[in-house]
């Protein structure tokens, strides 16, 4: 490659005399092929005791390997994991793994070394041979594929084949049957729209599922809520949480700016909002008791309380859905209704 | 790598015995002061009495000036009557009153005043009305339910304090302050009282028990560093990612340069 004549220069001036004149740039002057540059030398090829170090430091990290791995494999016995002293796996990990560390890294920065200092540093060009194969190559592999079909009769035997490319079209069919079962079996968009909570159910603590008396709220307080009844399903109860998780709060009530139609929502200040998050569903529960926000943790959306959860910051697009409540007969916090939109994030089916 | 290695290698075994030895020491050490001073405070009206007046002029010396001549509130600062002794020992035991500088959130600072001092300032502010008291020694023993204590602690506190109590970032200045090495009565009269931005924990949201499982849960944290290895602060992605961005992909980017760089 470095001997090859340039080139450019013979095409450009050949064409330039049949070109039509036009726009066309024709490159005149063709850059010099520069050839390779001259031989780098390194250091350990012109000083003998400079290869002489080198050849000790690779050792070195190669030694440093060996005591590495020796050491990985003692503290595995010194630092023995004792079940249930999750200090013991801390050491273990620790030790063992800087053991290995050590023995792979000496043997990699070692090897490394090696050949950057040591092995020939001669540098090479390697031609690229062209993809395309040889003539010879090309028909006897022609000859195969028409032998194959001499031979099995594949475009002879036409019912076979067709019968046999139906079949392989037909396998994934069980396949297809399987997997849409694995969707639910209920319409999935009023699964979204509905909650656990309904006329008359209690508000209760998360995770005791004790339910809640309004005298307990006092102001300032935050409850991390679940309908009662939630922690005695047995099946879809996370399901279930995630939907219906609600953050009941309690403002002096002076504080709380309520719009006519729902004047009713609330009780004595406490209010309940859906704890999910309208933006991508994540638990909104940094309260602040003073300024009345409610920051989401994951994006920093926030909702002010104290005017219905309408949104002050960030990309949440609706304020958190409010639950109506109110108390029973015995002082405990019930819901008046489910939330009257589904909670959560957006979905395509939402407004149906 | 090698700054990980240097850096939990140099955390002696013993290292954490002493400290918690020390912290030990420490903290029986407050308690048995403080505990003194109460009963000796509490046993006989007249001492009782002599307390409240000199809670009395503590404040008026110290808070009056904020929180107005009888604990009323001015603009500067919220009434006191009413957040009870408890309100008291945990605003003015942490440091956090008298505030420095008003801003947006009173900050930790080393302690003002002596305990009996704390002490005499809310008998005072407990005289004006009633309100959260010191809760029993037993409710904050740190002899709870640690498990327990931590789905409490997730489920009531995790979202702004960090599941493993490193604290974090609230709105417009505001934060959730880390909750390590605290005193275990501070951690009890921060849920009962709701200090600054905090929400209430009442015993009926909370019952004692509960608090002290959660501060148990808590306890056990401080005693027992990450079997994780490098917590990084405990801060999660913000802190892990800017290891893994800067150092871990960083490194990788060094190597490649190495591997690839010609020899002298």
Known sequence: MAQKPPSSVVVASEGHHESEPGTAVVATGGVQNPGLEPEHQRITDLDPREEKKAERRIALFFSL?????????????????????????????????????????????????????????????????PTRGDEETRATAVEMFSQANRESGFTRRSLVRNTLLGALVATPIPAVVLFRDLAPAKDPIALMKHTMWDTGVRLAKDPSGIPIKASEVTIGSAFHVVPEGLMELEKHRLEEKAKAAVLLMRLPIEDLNESPERASWSYQGIVAYSKICTHVGCPVALYEQQTHHLLCPCHQSEFDVANECEVIFGPAARPLPQLPITIDAEGYLVAQSDFTEPVGPSFWERER | MTTFARRSGRRHP?????????????????????????????????????????????????????????????????????????????????????????????????????????????????????????????????????????????????????????????????????????????????????????????????????????????????????????SLGSLGPVSEGLFIWLIGLGGLIAVAIWLTARSN
């Open chain 2, 14 to 230: 013993l290292t954490f015995a002493l400290l918690l030895t020390l912290g030990l020491f420490a903290t029986g050490g407050i308690y048995a002061a403080t505990s003194a001073t109460m009963a000796s405070a509490e046993t006989t009206p007249v001492a009782f009495e002599s307390l409240v007046d000199e809670g009395e002029k503590l404040f008026m010396a110290n808070c009056a000036s904020c929180h107005g001549m009888s604990g009323e509130g001015s603009e500067a600062g919220p009434t006191v009557i009413g957040v009870g002794a408890l309100s008291v020992d945990f605003q003015v035991g942490t440091g956090r009153m008298p505030m420095a500088a008003s801003g947006p959130q009173a900050a930790v600072k080393p302690v003002q005043f002596t305990q009996p001092q704390i002490d005499a300032m809310a008998a005072w502010v407990a005289s004006l009305a009633p309100g959260p008291g010191l809760p029993e020694a037993k409710y904050y023993d740190a002899e709870g339910d640690a498990a327990g204590g931590a789905e409490l602690f997730r489920i009531n506190c995790a979202m702004c304090h960090n599941v493993a109590g490193a604290g974090g970032a609230l709105t417009e200045g505001k934060y959730a302050p880390h909750l390590r090495d605290l005193q275990p009565i501070h951690i009890y009269g921060a849920m009962v009282t709701g200090p600054q931005n905090m929400p209430v924990f009442n015993d009926m949201n909370l019952t004692p028990e509960q608090k002290n499982d959660v501060i148990t849960y808590l306890k056990y944290m401080d005693k027992n560093p990450s079997v994780g290895g490098f």
């Open chain 1, 65 to 129: 390997s060996i005591v590495g791995s020796l050491i990985a494999a003692v503290s595995y016995i010194v630092f023995p994991i004792i079940p249930g002293d999750m200090q013991s796996v801390r050491l273990n990990n620790m030790f063992v793994g800087l053991g290995a560390a050590i023995g792979l890294l000496g043997v990699g920065i070692g090897a490394v070394n090696w050949a950057k200092s040591l092995m020939h540093g001669h540098e090479l060009v390697e031609e690229r041979h």
